[in-house]
């Protein structure tokens, strides 16, 4: 489906109440395998790649919060969800808050997971400086691609994982999505405008007025903080802490992250549906931009 002029990859499962999942930076559709069987079994969940990621179009000029809200906020529209829950992880937590504080009518509710809020947890790297220049980034992340990114995100991706190793085929599958000059290009502007974005939009926290459901990692003092801040600062807002786990929740902490998305979208029979005449769709091709 085309939004804001980008073609966007998405993925539908299910029927009844409206959940839409926004994965993180770097992500795709694949990021939520864990979740979307269980889920689909009461709710529609649609889950997509954001512009810049998986196999959806890039919009090389746009790469903030408030771009990927309005991203969201069309695809609701162009596929007419409704009364629609938004689930985001990491980025896309933040992503979804971005969508809570302008208060849209179509979002009844946010779940919010291991997700920055104020400022991000680490600086951004000096590569991405690099990455970020106009033609030039592009033409650099193509000729160090082959060798250095399989490498940069399978160290990456471990990290995210501290005593747990990652899926079986986790890190295969999100070296060839990820891997692409448009991706590597998308997480460099990404990381270095989001301080920036934050700091403009974390204000309007205390003004969100739709029910907020925050999980993180217990482990890790940066998102427990930064959970713990979210939770004080929303006013109907709730924390759920996880143990032993990653950056990954959902991934690694799928049972607990589903109890949570459930108890935020209510018992299916309490929230109008979703248009039944309209059936699931299959997964969109994997064309590339």
């Known amino acids: 489906v085309t939004v804001l002029g980008n073609p966007i990859r998405y993925f539908q499962q299910g029927a009844g109440p409206d959940i839409l999942l926004i994965h993180g930076s770097p992500g795709s559709v694949e990021d939520?395998?864990?979740?979307?069987?269980?889920?689909?079994?009461?709710?529609?969940?649609?889950?997509?790649?954001?512009?810049g990621h998986g196999y959806s179009g890039s919009d090389a000029n746009l790469h903030t919060y408030e771009y990927h809200a309005d991203v969201a906020l069309g695809l609701i529209e162009a596929l007419e969800l409704r009364n629609v829950l938004v689930v985001g992880h990491s980025y896309g937590g933040t992503t979804a808050l971005a969508i809570a504080v302008r208060k849209p009518p179509a979002v009844r509710g946010i779940v919010v997971l291991d997700s920055a809020g104020y400022r991000p947890q680490d600086p951004p790297s000096g590569l991405y400086r690099l990455l970020a220049i106009p033609g030039f980034g592009t033409g650099f992340a193509r000729m160090i691609g082959p060798n250095l990114a399989p490498r940069k995100i399978?160290?990456?991706?471990?990290?995210?994982?501290?005593?747990?190793?990652?899926?079986?085929?986790?890190?295969?599958?999100?070296?060839?999505?990820?891997?692409?000059?448009?991706?590597?290009?998308?997480?460099?502007?990404?990381?270095?405008?989001?301080?920036?974005?934050?700091?403009a939009m974390s204000p309007g926290y205390?003004?969100?007025?739709?029910?907020?459901?925050?999980a993180a990692q217990a482990d890790n003092a940066f998102r427990r903080e930064t959970a713990e801040r979210l939770q004080r600062e929303i006013p109907s807002s709730e924390l759920l802490?996880?143990?032993?786990?990653?950056?990954?929740?959902?991934?690694?902490?799928?049972?607990?992250?589903?109890?949570?998305?459930?108890k935020a979208a209510g018992p299916p029979g309490t929230v109008p549906a979703s248009d039944p005449s309209q059936p699931p769709t299959e997964p969109a091709s994997q064309a590339a931009e």
């Open 206 to 214: 205390k003004d969100i007025a739709c029910p907020t459901y925050i």
């Open 32 to 51: 939520w395998e864990t979740v979307i069987d269980e889920l689909a079994q009461d709710y529609r969940v649609t889950a997509y790649d954001r512009p």
């Open 241 to 262: 802490l996880l143990s032993d786990t990653g950056h990954y929740v959902h991934v690694e902490k799928a049972g607990e992250v589903i109890d949570w998305i459930r």
């Open 154 to 199: 399978r160290e990456g991706l471990v990290a995210q994982f501290p005593g747990n190793p990652p899926p079986a085929d986790f890190i295969e599958t999100r070296t060839g999505i990820w891997n692409q000059p448009k991706v590597t290009t998308t997480v460099a502007h990404e990381a270095l405008l989001a301080t920036a974005q934050m700091a």
